[in-house]
């Protein structure tokens, strides 16, 4: 017999689990469609099936919102970029605090391949079960004026999320002006003018309508938004295993899809933008090696603040062993 868990495992009259979701993916996006399917994919599972709702738009509040709701029940699981996963553990941000280490990527997909057995125990082991990972694509500057060097953008006021105070600091020592808000607020801080720069991936940014104020982005491939769907553990271990086994067959093909329609909805919503005035400026090979001299100086206090100092190590272990790898 199934128990009942107050605000955390509902049970439908019909035996089904009801698990609640929270992404701030906006609603009718790829994203949102994609987590549906999943959905109904799961109500025809064996075993009873589960009853999946969704709320996009980050109804549930931020990141960090999102893991508290799940740590007490309110809601089952998430759809999270390494931000918010790294409330539950900061080993994830391996993959998207590491800022002009990876070239390509298939570079990110060999390395979270490679630590994907590490990440999946240490998300265990704090109670929580990943269903499916994944990347959105590079992360691009979006600015209310040009940017093309470092020295650029330090001038401008930058947008950091409301948790990373680790983040912000570094950003101070290295001459940038952050400025602390919640996801929710980047739209109003760019139309006041309390930040003017912002670094996301270009489907986001055309999803909240970031480039109708910041009607600049620079083409460079700064770093990988990288996450992951998750669920409480506890609600995970009240679902019989042969439904299980269908749910994870059913969330891996939803992260392979938004995988691949997220990297070609990268390019399209860049040109969507560029139609309605977005001015995109190219890197350089010069540009590139200047924004990577300038970035390293920044990866010993990366290391070890930002990023796990093990996994900081192991990460850059692991790409030159790969690129080493390629060139035989």
């Known amino acids: 017999m199934r128990i009942l868990l107050v605000f955390f495992l509902a049970v439908a009259a019909e035996g089904q689990v009801r698990v609640r979701l929270a992404t701030l993916a906006p609603k009718g996006t790829s994203f949102h469609q994609i987590l549906l399917s999943m959905g109904e994919k799961w109500r025809q599972a064996p075993g009873g099936g589960v009853l999946l709702t969704v709320y996009p738009d980050g109804v549930m509040g931020g990141e960090a919102d999102v893991v508290r709701r799940m740590r007490v029940g309110q809601i089952q699981a998430g759809m999270l970029s390494a931000v918010g996963l790294s409330e539950i553990d900061p080993s994830i941000l391996a993959i998207q605090n590491m800022p002009m280490v990876f070239r390509s990527l298939e570079e990110v997909e060999f390395v979270a ?28 500057f979006f600015s209310k004026s040009p940017v093309e060097r470092p020295a650029d953008l330090q001038k ?20 940038y002006r952050p400025v602390l808000l919640e996801t929710s607020d980047i739209l109003p801080g760019l139309q006041t003018g309390l930040i003017e720069a912002v670094a996301m991936p270009p489907f986001f940014a055309l999803a909240a309508q970031v480039d109708t104020q910041a009607r600049h982005m620079l083409a460079l491939n700064w770093a990988p938004i990288f996450g992951a769907t998750v669920m409480a553990k506890k609600t995970w271990d009240a679902i019989p295993a042969a439904t299980q086994q269908s749910m994870l067959q059913a969330a891996r093909e939803s992260g392979e899809q938004m995988k691949t329609k997220n990297r ?10 560029q139609k309605r005035g977005l001015v995109t400026h190219a890197v350089t090979p010069q540009l590139e090696t200047e924004w990577r001299k300038a970035t390293e100086e920044y990866y010993p206090k990366i290391r070890g603040s930002l990023v796990p100092a093990d996994l900081f190590d192991e990460v850059l272990k692991l790409l030159r062993e790969h690129r080493a790898a390629r060139q035989k």
């Open 113 to 140: 391949e490679k630590l994907r057995p590490q990440f999946e125990k240490r998300f265990a082991d704090k109670g929580f079960v990943p269903l499916f990972w994944g990347d959105a694509g590079w992360v691009r």
């Open 156 to 175: 401008l006021k930058q947008f950091c999320w409301a948790g990373d105070t680790r983040q912000a600091d570094i950003m101070k020592a290295g001459g």
């Open 264 to 273: 070609a909805e990268a390019d399209q919503s860049v040109t969507a933008m």
